[in-house]
C-alpha cells in the first residue's frame, strides 16, 4: 500500500457534513465495475475501506439511503441531506457492512494523498481509461490474503472476530 496519513478530513459539496478519517485505510479501490460507473455517473468509484470507528462526523448529519448492489446485499449509501453528496458507503463485505466504510476519497480535502493500492472490476473498465502500467490491477475482484497488507489483514481479522462475538 501506498504511504497514507494517519488523519485526513473530508465533507460533501456545499460544507454541511464534514467528517475526519483517523488511521490508514485498509486498502483503497478503484472500481471498475459497471454499478459503479452507473450510480457514480463516471467511469470508476474510488473507495478508501476504513474501520467504521475511525471515521468521525465534525459537523452534520448523514442520510442513509439503501441500494441495489451486484451481490444482492445491497449497500447504504451515506449522503448530505442537503446537496446530496454522497460521503461513503457500506457494502455487505461478509458480514461486515456496519464496521467498513468505503470513504468516496473525492470528498476528502486533500484526495491526492490516497492513490488507489488496486483497480478492480477493470474486465468492464472503460477503454479509454489507461491504467499507469505499474498499478495493480485485476480484471474483477482479489484474493485478501495475496492484496491487503499484513496490517490491514489484522485488522480485518479482528473486525471478523467482533462480529461473530456480537
Given at each position: 500500500?501506498?504511504?497514507?496519513?494517519?488523519?485526513?478530513?473530508?465533507?460533501?459539496?456545499?460544507?454541511?457534513?464534514?467528517?475526519?478519517?483517523?488511521?490508514?485505510?485498509?486498502?483503497?479501490?478503484?472500481?471498475?465495475?459497471?454499478?459503479?460507473?452507473?450510480?457514480?455517473?463516471?467511469?470508476?468509484?474510488?473507495?478508501?475501506?476504513?474501520?467504521?470507528?475511525?471515521?468521525?462526523?465534525?459537523?452534520?448529519?448523514?442520510?442513509?439511503?439503501?441500494?441495489?448492489s451486484p451481490s444482492g446485499k445491497g449497500?447504504?449509501?451515506?449522503?448530505?441531506?442537503?446537496?446530496?453528496?454522497?460521503?461513503?458507503?457500506?457494502?455487505?463485505?461478509?458480514?461486515?457492512?456496519?464496521?467498513?466504510?468505503?470513504?468516496?476519497?473525492?470528498?476528502?480535502?486533500?484526495?491526492?494523498?490516497?492513490?488507489?493500492?488496486?483497480?478492480?472490476?477493470?474486465?468492464?473498465?472503460?477503454?479509454?481509461?489507461?491504467?499507469?502500467?505499474?498499478?495493480?490491477?485485476?480484471?474483477?475482484?482479489?484474493?485478501?490474503?495475496?492484496?491487503?497488507?499484513?496490517?490491514?489483514?489484522?485488522?480485518?481479522?479482528?473486525?471478523?472476530?467482533?462480529?461473530?462475538?456480537?
Open positions: 500500500m501506498n504511504q497514507k496519513t494517519e488523519t485526513c478530513d473530508g465533507g460533501c459539496g456545499c460544507g454541511s457534513v464534514r467528517y475526519r478519517v483517523e488511521l490508514e485505510p485498509l486498502i483503497v479501490h478503484c472500481c471498475h465495475c459497471r454499478w459503479c460507473q452507473r450510480q457514480t455517473g463516471t467511469a470508476f468509484a474510488l473507495n478508501a475501506l476504513i474501520e467504521a470507528t475511525r471515521v468521525s462526523l465534525l459537523a452534520g448529519e448523514v442520510e442513509t439511503i439503501d441500494t441495489l449497500q447504504i449509501i451515506a449522503r448530505c441531506p442537503k446537496c446530496r453528496v454522497a460521503v461513503w458507503s457500506n457494502y455487505h463485505m461478509g458480514g461486515l457492512r456496519e464496521r467498513i466504510r468505503f470513504i468516496r476519497v473525492g470528498t476528502l480535502d486533500n484526495p491526492d494523498r490516497l492513490p488507489p493500492d488496486v483497480h478492480i472490476f477493470t474486465s468492464t473498465k472503460q477503454p479509454w481509461v489507461i491504467l499507469p502500467p505499474d498499478d495493480y490491477a485485476v480484471d474483477e475482484f482479489y484474493n485478501y490474503e495475496n492484496t491487503w497488507t499484513r496490517g490491514s489483514l489484522k485488522r480485518r481479522a479482528a473486525m471478523i472476530e467482533a462480529m461473530k462475538a456480537s
